[in-house]
Nanobody
Framework: EVQLVESGGGLVQAGGSLRLSCAASGFTFEDYVIGWFRQAPGKGREGVSGISNSDGDTYYADSVKGRFTISSDNAKNTVYLQMNSLKPEDTAVYYC????????????????????WGQGTQVTVSS
């Protein structure tokens, strides 16, 4: 059974930090790109960051560059998103997803290109 399980969300004050985890199982982790997406209340889902487990390439949306860091532990089949200097506008449900054929040099691709999705974890940043 394929599973992507996010954890690490919570409530934090502006300027604070959180580390999200995405634990994967049921597929060949090293063959996939793991992307982080978020959806704020009343808004569409947007791509935040991604990492290729095959070559280590990474991608960051402009809105999070310099504040968020993505990393992967292939031994644990887990991707992390370290979020620093959090802002109220970072408040959203954060989802991780897995795709095989994304070239991160060109961005995170489209949601339909992702084969598997987690259930999401809430991040709330208070001002």
């Amino acid at each position: 059974e394929v599973q992507l399980v996010e954890s690490g969300g919570g409530l934090v004050q502006a300027g604070g930090s959180l580390r999200l985890s995405c634990a994967a199982s049921g597929f060949t982790f090293e063959d996939y790109v793991i992307g982080w997406f978020r959806q704020a209340p009343g808004k569409g889902r947007e791509g935040v960051s991604g990492i290729s487990n095959s070559d280590g390439d990474t991608y960051y949306a402009d809105s999070v560059k310099g504040r968020f860091t993505i990393s992967s532990d292939n031994a644990k089949n887990t991707v992390y998103l370290q979020m620093n200097s959090l802002k109220p506008e970072d408040t959203a449900v954060y989802y991780c997803a897995a795709a095989r054929d994304i070239i991160l040099e060109y961005g995170l691709g489209y949601e339909y290109e992702y084969d598997y999705w987690g259930q999401g974890t809430q991040v709330t940043v208070s001002s």
